[in-house]
């Protein structure tokens, strides 16, 4: 276990978290800068410095840890400090929050107010979950059409059951079954409504009716549906910040724990729409539901 301070340790942690998010700047910690008005050096935990054409950008940070939220007082030392070194930017890190005086001042100053986001296991680590939709689109009914010159009888049957076969009476497949190739290889479109006239096979088909063989053309028609879950999902890999004046959180990427859709169907609101959810899902998973195939024998 490390003997240093946890103050310290913050520090190092706030570091290498603007390191991952500024990877072309270089990142100082413990820097030395300085006063243009002190006349002394002044102590930054954290120098961020950048060429962005032909101008140099710096910016210093503050690291907090504190066991209670950063006050004004802190804020106005952070904003003396960045008019002393001539900073184009200062912002403070606070493990406990800030106060809303301090905010308040923050925000006028043009000062950036954050907090640590981590999954890792340390003092400052989280669990987090973000808002999260499962946009699922499902196969509703359909029909099928058949249109042939001089056909016999069909037996009366389940049509979905039908078995469409090849000019030699082998079987290409049971109608349903087709269908369900056109929406597993993707080939039906993933939007609301009606799609029609498609041909259920690209191969020459034919049916049997009293004992012979009927040249057809089959086309059928499908409604897509969608069924929207609304919830809460894990991170199991997070590192950056959290704006606290914004409200808003940058990082330069996450992962999101395993999705259980049986517990989703069970646990999550079922929604109609996007438009009735008061907050924007930070994570959005679009999904098809599969559908068992039928298995039967032909009757000889």
Request: charged share 30%.
């Given at each position: 276990m490390s003997s240093q301070p946890d103050w310290k340790t913050f520090e190092e942690l706030a570091t290498e978290i603007q390191r991952e998010l500024a990877p072309d700047a270089v990142v100082t910690p413990n820097a030395k800068l300085p006063g243009r008005r002190s006349k002394v050096q002044r102590q930054i935990?954290?120098?961020v410095e950048q060429k962005v054409g032909q101008y140099d950008v710096r910016v210093v940070i503050d690291c907090k840890d504190y066991k209670v939220p950063v006050d004004l007082k802190e804020v106005e030392t952070v904003i003396g400090l960045v008019d002393d070194v001539g900073a184009n930017k200062g912002a403070i890190i606070a493990a406990k929050g800030f106060t809303e005086g301090a905010k308040a001042r923050a925000k006028e100053a043009g000062i950036d107010l954050y907090g640590v986001i981590d999954t890792a296991k340390h003092k400052w680590g989280s669990y987090i979950t973000v808002p999260a939709v499962t946009r699922d689109w499902r196969l509703g009914s359909w029909n099928m059409r058949i249109s042939c010159f001089g056909f016999g009888k069909l037996k009366r049957q389940d049509m979905r059951y039908l078995p469409i076969l090849r000019s030699d009476g082998s079987l290409i497949d049971y109608a349903c079954n087709l269908v369900l190739n056109w929406w597993e290889d993707g080939m039906?479109?993933?939007?609301?409504g009606i799609h029609s006239d498609i041909p259920l096979t690209a191969e020459a088909t034919y049916l049997k009716t009293d004992e012979l063989l009927f040249p057809v053309t089959l086309t059928f028609s499908v409604e897509v549906y969608e069924v929207f879950h609304f919830g809460q999902i894990g991170l199991t890999e997070f590192r950056g910040f959290k704006n606290e004046i914004q409200e808003r959180v940058i990082t330069n990427g996450f992962t999101t724990e395993k999705f259980d859709f049986e517990k989703i169907g069970k646990?999550?609101?079922k929604i109609d729409s996007l438009d009735q959810l008061a907050v924007k899902?930070?994570?959005?998973l679009g999904v098809s539901t599969n559908y068992p195939?039928?298995?039967g024998n032909i009757e000889k």
């Open positions: 935990d954290i120098l039906l479109p993933k939007q609301k646990e999550w609101q899902p930070l994570v959005t195939r039928y298995t």
